[in-house]
């Protein structure tokens, strides 16, 4: 879907989701739980407008929560958590990303400033309660170290960060990027996940699990390349 703020839509019975394409990227920035309190999932750039939309739906935040490292998912961490006085949640592996300049011309572009360091670390299996939604952290290794997805099983939804795409998946040409780790992420763990589920991802519009079984490229049933 790639939602934007003329279109904030409501899954399942409980959990709101309310998505952003924020920056010259297109990036999505996801707000999840269930009002009035929220989590901010990669505020990645245009802050103002993240503010805007949350304001509009009368929320609360109270974590902000990064599937992985990359600039343009966390470039406006540090407007959000001092807006709203919060911290940030990310796997420890993705750590050096936040601790130091990735591409000084796109943080440029993107308006990044540096990413206050976290206030924890988030763990494979583990549950984040927000607003009485229940996400579980799936690490998903491959597109950067410390990716993760993050599963809400009530409304059978994932955000997926930029594991896997409508059709593609994750870069790995980049530093830290691994294909065979990602395949075996995307193959071993998310495919693995019983019956269909909507996937959020970090970039391009919503698809289904069960497509991309089924029709990815890269990584479904006829896919051409095999790390297996």
């Known amino acids: 879907?790639?939602?934007?703020?003329?279109?904030?839509?409501?899954?399942?019975?409980?959990?709101?989701?309310?998505?952003?394409?924020?920056?010259?990227?297109?990036?999505?920035?996801?707000?999840?739980?269930?009002?009035?309190?929220?989590?901010?999932?990669?505020?990645?750039?245009?802050?103002g407008r993240i503010f805007a939309a949350?304001?509009?739906?009368?929320?609360?935040?109270?974590?902000?929560?990064?599937?992985?490292?990359?600039?343009?998912?966390?470039?406006?961490?540090?407007?959000?958590?001092?807006r709203y006085g919060i911290g940030i949640l990310v796997h420890r592996a993705d750590l050096p990303y936040l601790a130091g300049p990735q591409w000084p011309e796109l943080e440029a572009l993107l308006g990044a400033r540096p990413c206050p360091a976290p206030e924890r670390f988030v763990e494979e299996g583990e549950t984040i309660d927000v607003a009485g939604v229940h996400l579980e952290v799936i690490h998903t290794p491959g597109h950067t170290p410390g990716g993760v997805c993050y599963v809400d099983a009530a409304s059978r939804t994932i955000l997926v960060g930029d594991t896997l795409f409508a059709g593609s998946v994750g870069r790995v040409d980049l530093p830290g990027g691994d294909g065979a780790a990602l395949v075996h992420s995307i193959r071993h763990k998310l495919f693995l996940l019983d019956g269909d589920w909507t996937l959020l991802p970090g970039h391009g519009p919503e698809t289904t699990l069960a497509a991309e079984r089924r029709d990815n490229p890269f990584v479904g049933e006829h896919a051409a390349i095999d790390f297996d």
């Open 1 to 47: 879907m790639g939602a934007d703020d003329a279109a904030l839509p409501e899954f399942g019975l409980h959990v709101k989701l309310a998505g952003l394409t924020v920056g010259p990227l297109a990036e999505n920035c996801w707000l999840v739980g269930a009002a009035p309190r929220c989590a901010v999932v990669d505020p990645g750039a245009e802050s």
């Open 54 to 82: 949350i304001e509009r739906l009368g929320l609360v935040p109270e974590k902000i929560l990064l599937t992985h490292g990359h600039v343009d998912h966390i470039a406006h961490c540090a407007q959000v958590a001092e």
